[in-house]
């Protein structure tokens, strides 16, 4: 791939100089594309975002090994203001909205390092947002928190976004509004987007990519079209098996866990 | 008589109430509670009463402002910085030093004698139908309103002022955005130390001269974000203002009765009482741990 925006080469992350959490993981994203980062809860994905965007850095955690290449450039362990200065934008699991902060304040602060003070782009995006701009964060919807969390990380001008679980906690009515409109930004505003999801079914169909993570390591990955046709991730991941008992599904699961983890 | 010690308390309380945003504005970006507080009051009383000697007096309150900024910048970056992530009983005990060193250096200085504070209002009063308002007052009361308003415009209006809140919002968030947090710790120091200056050269040309044990006006500042809350800024506001007025009208009416003294020591006693009704201050929302 000419066109490399990120590359992981098996990175090694340690929280608290003891805790492995990322097990040498490699991922290549390409310029203008969307990838998606599958896999279930403790896996790492978090941690994947985090060592990408440096917000692993005040929570203790460094990568020890490998290398993270942006733009042609090392960034492994810089601080993340750095790398958002560079375009590096991560909106973070369960969107962290500035609650004591009005919806246009909390755009406000998207705008910090790149002056760029056009929140009817923002608008544009989130009709309702418009409505709700005196309104204190705390007091919207979770779909328009999340909204508002993706609209003041477009302020900060990303090349790279990274949205981590942006489907938690809401209606699959919004979850499809949401989805559609990450696609547009990709399209719109020439944002390429690492995107983590529980949420595989919606996460493929618009990926062009996907990674599957467990524990610590990538365990399978492709073209999205492919992913979806696959019946492991359709099993364990779309939740699209017609396979009856529950008891069987997890001898199964388990099974073939292991065969990928071999 | 009343009303006259009405409008003396507010005064005050407008005055305690800018240096007690400094207070708040620290405490509510990093968690840090400044002991120290009313010695940068002190501080940037003397850096005025100092440059007044060889400069104009506005220039010295310009310079003494730009200068305690600068100091209180500093303090953070080479005192509190390395202590971030420290436990808050040690970052108090630092304050605390803090507040030691800066009595001690200004009684080697400038001794303990009380100092003239060169005056910026004309002496006199305003008289209004009877009541008596010394332009010192009036002075220092529109000043410390100017003062909080551009406080409160640069935290509402400004870009660093929102960002400042996003970092007492969340942190973590604030820093995805490319806010640094390091930067906020230093800025909210500087402004803290800034409005504790403007509050020292207030209230000096109020008193008329100061010596070390201005810094004890820290204390009222305690009482006030205490009966406010913490981490309120509204609070410090209204608490300033309360404990302003009450400390007049404690000098006025009961003063008399009680005996010398009574004036400094009847607002420790309300917030006491109001403590004991409302344990987060009138307007502290989280829960705080006590210390
Ligand atoms: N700050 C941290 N300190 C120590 N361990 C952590 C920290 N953050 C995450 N972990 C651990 O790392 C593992 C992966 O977590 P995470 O990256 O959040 O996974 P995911 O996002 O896939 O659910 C979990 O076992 C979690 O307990
Ligand atoms: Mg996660």
Known sequence: ?262 | MLLQSLINGVTMGGIYALIALGFVLIYKASKVLNFAQGELVMVGGFICLALSEFLPLWASIVLAVILSALLGFLIEKAVLKPLIGEPILSVIMVTLGLAYMMRGLVLAIWGPDIRAFPQLFPPGAFNIYGIVIPYVYLGGLLLSIAAIAIFILFFTRTTMGVAMRAVADDQSAAMSLGVSVEKVFAISWAISAMVAAVGGILVGNIYGGINVNFAFIGLKVFAVVILGGLDSIPGAIVGGIVIGVAEALGGTYLEPYVGGGFKDVFPLLLMLVIMAIKPYGLFGTERIERV
């Open chain 1, 1 to 262: 791939m000419a066109n490399k925006l990120l590359e992981l080469n098996n990175i090694e992350v340690i929280y608290n100089d003891f805790i492995l959490v990322l097990k040498g993981v490699s991922m290549e994203i390409e310029k203008g594309s969307i990838v998606t980062l599958l896999g279930p809860n403790g896996a790492g994905k978090t941690t994947t975002l985090k060592s990408i965007s440096g917000l692993i850095k005040p929570e203790r955690g460094e990568v020890t090994r490998g290398t993270i290449v942006y733009d042609g450039k090392r960034i492994e362990n810089r601080e993340p203001e750095e790398n958002a200065m560079e375009g590096i934008i991560q909106v973070m699991e369960g969107r962290r909205i500035f609650e004591e902060l009005t919806v246009e304040e909390n755009l406000k602060v998207g705008s910090y390092i790149s002056g760029n003070a056009d929140f009817d782009m923002v608008y544009n995006y989130f009709p309702n947002l418009k409505e709700r701009k005196n309104l204190r964060g705390g007091y919207l919807s979770g779909g328009e928190q999340q909204m508002l969390a993706i609209g003041r990380a477009l302020l900060a001008k990303p090349k790279l976004l990274l949205l981590d679980e942006p489907s938690l906690g809401l209606a699959p009515m919004v979850v499809k509004e949401i989805f559609n409109i990450i696609k547009r930004i990709n399209e719109q505003e020439n944002v390429t987007i690492l995107l983590v999801e529980q949420n595989a079914k919606l996460a493929l169909e618009i990926a062009d990519y996907g990674y599957i993570m467990e524990n610590g390591r990538i365990v399978m990955d492709g073209e999205a079209e492919k992913l979806r046709q696959n019946e492991d991730v359709r099993e364990f991941y779309m939740g699209m098996t017609e396979m009856g008992r529950k008891s069987y599904r997890e001898a199964k699961r388990y099974k073939r866990r292991k065969r990928w983890l071999t």
